[in-house]
C-alpha cells in the first residue's frame, strides 16, 4: 500500500497548495486517513467517495452527547458501512483477495472454529473506524507541534529521518487515546492499592506518558 499512500500524499497536498490553503483536518488529515484506511482494508475503489460522504456526516470524534455514541439508528453512519462491510465479507468468503477482509473472512480461531459472521462485521467496521480516527487526531496534532514548537520545522526539513521520533513524541504528548479499560480477573495490587477481581480499571495513558521516573522533563516536547 505504500505506493498508494505516497501517491494520495502528494496529490492532496498539490491540491491543497493549487488552492491557495486550506483546513488541515476537513481537506487534508480526515480525508487522506479514510482513504488509507479503506485501501488496506480492501473497500473497493468505487464506494469510497460513499464512506467519505458518512464520514462527513458523522457525529465528531470525542462527541459527548449521549446521543452520538448510540449506534442502534439505522441512519447512524456505522451502522450504515456496516451493511457494506456484511456484502465485502460475503464476496471475499467466495473470492478471496489480497486484503485485510480476505484475511478476516478466512480466519479461524486457535480451536480450529469459525467466527460468528456478525462479529467479522463488527470487527471490520471497527476496524474502520477507529484506524480512521486516531491517525486523523494523529496527523492534526503532529502539525500543531510542528507549528509551535520554535525551530522544529526547520529541523526536520533539514533532517527527514527525525520524522518517526517526531511522531513517536506526539503520541506521547497527546495521543489519539487517552484512556484504555480493563477487568481484573483476579485479586491483585496496583501500587499501594488492592484490587478486587472483578473491579473495572480506567487506565490513563496520558498520565503514563508524563511519568517523570521516565522523562527528565515529561511536560516537554
Avoid: C
Amino acid at each position: 500500500n505504500e505506493a498508494y499512500i505516497k501517491e494520495l500524499s502528494h496529490k492532496m497536498i498539490a491540491d491543497i497548495v493549487a488552492k491557495g490553503g486550506g483546513d488541515m483536518i476537513k481537506d487534508l488529515a480526515t480525508p487522506f486517513v479514510t482513504l488509507v484506511i479503506a485501501d488496506l482494508l480492501g473497500v473497493p475503489a468505487e464506494d469510497r467517495d460513499i464512506f467519505m460522504q458518512l464520514i462527513d456526516a458523522a457525529p465528531p470524534p470525542g462527541s459527548l452527547n449521549p446521543e452520538d455514541n448510540v449506534m442502534i439508528s439505522e441512519d447512524h453512519p456505522m451502522v450504515i458501512m456496516a451493511g457494506y462491510f456484511a456484502r465485502y465479507i460475503m464476496e471475499r468468503q467466495q473470492t478471496p483477495r489480497d486484503d485485510i477482509l480476505s484475511e478476516l473472512a478466512h480466519t479461524l480461531y486457535p480451536n480450529g472454529e469459525k467466527p460468528e459472521f456478525a462479529d467479522l462485521i463488527t470487527l471490520s467496521t471497527f476496524m474502520f473506524g477507529a484506524g480512521q480516527d486516531t491517525s486523523a487526531k494523529l496527523l492534526g496534532n503532529a502539525i500543531r507541534f510542528i507549528t509551535d514548537e520554535p525551530g522544529l520545522q526547520d529541523q526536520l526539513r533539514a533532517d527527514p529521518s527525525l520524522i518517526p521520533a517526531m511522531l513517536e513524541e506526539v503520541l506521547r504528548l497527546e495521543g489519539s487515546t487517552k484512556q484504555t479499560a480493563r477487568l481484573a480477573r483476579r485479586d491483585t495490587k496496583i501500587g499501594d492499592y488492592d484490587i478486587k477481581a472483578g473491579t473495572r480499571l480506567l487506565v490513563s495513558l496520558s498520565a503514563a506518558n508524563r511519568d517523570p521516573s521516565r522523562w527528565e522533563n515529561p511536560g516537554e516536547f
